[in-house]
């Protein structure tokens, strides 16, 4: 990044309008650089074309694009890619691309590390490092040398999208603005364990999906996994959700890892169901990836596939999700930039 300067990627179109007014340009110079950034993605502001050369001199003096490529690629023997991105903070974060068909996902970070700390996640034993500005969640999609095959992108990546939630909503406007890319917001979906004050203004402020962290019905249970439960606690989430329709094209889903003899019993199958009732969802089963130091364990097929039927039978919609990625630990909860900051130290 260019030391001292300010960086444009993330503004929201208000923002290059002010842009261009303090530095005493004409106002419509804050769209033109908008449809630069966003319509055609250049990587310069000397690339802005119809904007005057005295003009884009004046406005490169103090700021920059803020696009940065990759600096690793690791492609699995299934197709998914893993990309390391740089920060503005001079960190890194991992994003996935899952190509599926005519289908492609990114999995996005919105953190460096995490402070949610959940037992069976590899982000949360790097620890918290800091939020991802609104440039450098953006980045991971503008700088994506696959971002004009995407079709969907999910905030499951590192981090805790509620825990930097200024920054989310800053990047899911740009996303889905007109002056932006323009994306429907039901291309998007922004997963939580669910974070008081901030689930309810997420789903007040934004139309994008929302993927909720379950793992246990159980609450004592879930919190001997997830930590976050005792700031506020699954019934509480599913609670609140209840005061919003999902019946549309707004969806809520739950993502449940299983474990083999801890969360996939009969008890846990009639559990979920009795949270659930009464809430226009689906439930997403995940197999668990093993990491260093956790004594977990993947369940076997039948018993996910047990539990998917008991499930869907009792009024639940529920999937089991394809692992992706796992042979380049890209895979749900692998993610980890641990290695790159012990490397920079």
Request: glycine share 8%; hydrophobic share 40%; proline share 3%.
């Amino acid at each position: 990044m260019e030391s001292g300067k300010k960086i444009l990627m993330g503004m929201t179109l208000d923002e290059l309008t002010a842009t261009a007014r303090t530095l005493g340009l004409p106002s419509f110079v804050g769209k033109q650089m908008a449809g630069w950034l966003y319509d055609k993605h250049v990587t310069a502001i000397a690339d802005m074309a119809n904007i005057s050369k005295a003009n884009r001199a004046r406005i490169e003096e103090a700021y920059t694009v803020g696009a940065m490529e990759p600096a690793e690629r690791l492609e699995s023997k299934d197709g998914t890619v893993k990309y390391l991105f740089p920060t503005v903070a001079g960190k890194y974060v991992e994003t996935v691309f899952i190509p599926d068909g005519e289908r492609a996902t990114l999995c996005v970070s919105s953190q460096v590390g995490c402070k949610m700390n959940c037992l069976f996640c590899q982000t949360g034993k790097q620890g918290f490092e800091g939020n991802l500005t609104a440039a450098d969640i953006l980045n991971q999609i503008y700088s994506l040398p696959e971002h004009d095959r995407l079709t969907n992108i999910v905030f499951m990546g590192q981090g805790e999208p509620m825990d930097n939630l200024d920054n989310v909503l800053r990047a899911t406007e740009v996303l889905t603005s007109d002056y932006g890319w323009a994306w429907s917001p039901r291309r998007i979906t922004v997963s939580s364990v669910g974070i008081k004050n901030k689930l309810r203004r997420f789903l007040d402020e934004s139309q994008c999906h929302v993927a909720i962290s379950l793992h246990s019905p159980i609450p004592a249970q879930r919190r001997q996994l997830m930590p976050a439960e005792g700031q506020m606690g699954i019934r509480d989430v599913v609670e609140l959700l209840k005061q919003y329709d999902f019946s549309g094209q707004r969806r809520v889903s739950f993502e449940y890892i299983v474990f083999g003899g801890v969360n996939d019993s009969p008890l846990h199958a009639r559990e979920l169901v009795k949270l659930l009732r009464g809430l226009e969802c689906r439930v997403n089963l995940i197999r668990f990836h093993q990491i260093p130091g956790v004594d977990l364990h993947g369940a076997d097929d039948t018993k996910m596939e047990e539990l998917r039927d008991y499930l869907t039978g009792h009024g639940v919609f529920t999937t089991i999700r394809a692992s992706r990625g796992e042979d380049i630990f890209a895979a749900c909860g692998l993610l980890s930039t641990a290695h790159k900051t012990a490397e920079t130290e």
